[in-house]
């Protein structure tokens, strides 16, 4: 298991726009949270039982989205770290680039 963990590691600290990705996903997560907030309080003002049910599933389903991008993205990252080094040896690197457009 330490030496999973290192490999891990190693791969992602060679690829630090996996940070920028994850944290660019944390605010995106963030505002939608805030206005999901705004909407849910309307909407339990003015509507019915279903609307609020629905929003509650569209809050699920958004969260579920941006974690298994940023999941998709180190995945695809790591990847093509191990198999072709060269293409994901920067804070940039194509390989961040075509798994986060993947």
Not at 37 to 44: K, M, N, S
Not at 73 to 87: F, H, I, R
Request: aromatic share 12%; glycine share 6%.
């Amino acid at each position: 298991a330490a030496a999973n963990l290192n490999t891990a590691l190693t791969a992602v600290k060679s690829n630090m726009g996996l940070t920028f990705i994850a944290v660019v996903m944390l605010i995106v997560a963030l505002g939608w949270s805030i206005l999901w907030f705004v909407g849910l309080g309307e909407a339990v003002s003015t509507s019915s039982g279903a609307i609020v049910f629905l929003l509650l599933v569209s809050y699920y389903w958004v969260h579920q989205v941006l974690c298994n991008v940023v999941h998709v993205t180190s995945a695809g990252t790591v990847a093509t770290w191990w198999y072709v080094p060269l293409e994901a040896a920067s804070c940039w690197s194509t390989a961040i680039q075509d798994s986060f457009c993947r």
